[in-house]
């Protein structure tokens, strides 16, 4: 089975911080020159999914994704920022201060790209894709035609995940995204019930007894059903993703995303050839 970039889950992840649980993560994304009410909105949507125990991630940048990040951190929540380029130096550099303390209060910094890259469109792309990956559901608060905020959306699509977007008036450019986003099937978002109140994704829940007896598992109770599932499954050879969903009778995207939390938590290793393998570590 041949894998478009964007199933393909990204080279050499790395992590800074502490990965938190990505169970029902909610991804919150929009425009870096967003109006204050907007702000305001993506602040306290953070806060309140973060308050109930969900993980907020974005993309760290300057406008929503800061919004997003200090919201969930006003709760003592935990969020994960991923970054479109290294970590030294962070994107953008004015956000080192937040970057510490997400690290510092239990979140993570996330990146594929090696230190000392500057930023460009394709890092941008790349960085989205991640979010779309590590979320189970992705919120557009405010964003024009133009965001990249859309192409996380657009992502998100791909994978088969909710995508919300939070109304918009449509004399306003700065949300012109808004329209487009329903367009092609997205969810109104005007609480954080409205993210909350979609049934959960289905995950099989079935276990490889072999490995729960060689201890795979023991150690890893905060997983959830899904990557504990795939963990069952990967015995002690490489695997391929088509094979492994063939085998646990599970959606690819869903799979992929998967074996991405599980390569973040280090429990996973992606061989060049794309097989995954358990951890020797």
Not at 43 to 72: K, Q
Not at 83 to 91: D, I, M, V
Not at 204 to 212: C, K, R, Y
């Amino acid at each position: 089975m041949c894998l478009s970039a964007l199933e393909r889950p990204p080279n050499q992840l790395r992590v800074l911080g502490k990965l938190p649980s990505l169970a029902g993560a909610i991804a919150i994304v929009g425009t870096r020159v967003a109006d204050d009410d907007a702000l305001a909105f993506t602040h306290d949507l953070a806060a309140d999914l973060a308050a109930e125990g969900r993980t907020i991630v974005s993309g760290g940048a300057i406008g929503v994704d800061a919004a997003a990040h200090r919201g969930a951190l006003s709760v003592g929540g935990a969020t994960v920022v991923v970054l479109p380029t290294g970590f030294a130096p962070p994107y953008p550099e004015e956000h080192r201060r937040l970057f510490r303390e997400v690290v510092e209060r239990g979140g993570a910094l996330v990146t594929e790209q090696p230190d000392e890259l500057a930023p460009h469109r394709g890092t941008f792309l790349a960085r989205n894709r991640i979010i779309a990956a590590l979320a189970e559901r992705v919120v557009v608060t405010q964003a024009p035609l133009k965001s990249g905020a859309l192409s996380t959306a657009a992502a998100a699509r791909k994978l088969e995940k909710p995508v919300f977007a939070v109304p918009q008036a449509p004399w306003e450019g700065r949300g012109a995204g808004f329209i487009e986003l329903v367009r092609k099937g997205a969810l109104i978002c005007t609480s954080p019930r409205d993210v909350l109140s979609l049934p959960a994704l289905k995950r099989p829940t079935e276990l490889n007894s072999a490995a729960e007896r060689e201890g795979i598992l023991g150690d890893f109770e905060g997983l959830d059903d899904r990557t504990r599932a795939i963990l069952g499954a990967m015995g002690r050879r490489a695997r391929h993703a088509d094979a492994l969903a063939t085998d646990l009778g599970m959606a690819l995207p869903a799979l992929l995303t998967g074996l991405l939390e599980l390569e973040l938590a280090g429990l996973l290793v992606r061989s060049p050839d794309g097989r995954y393998r358990l951890s020797r570590k």
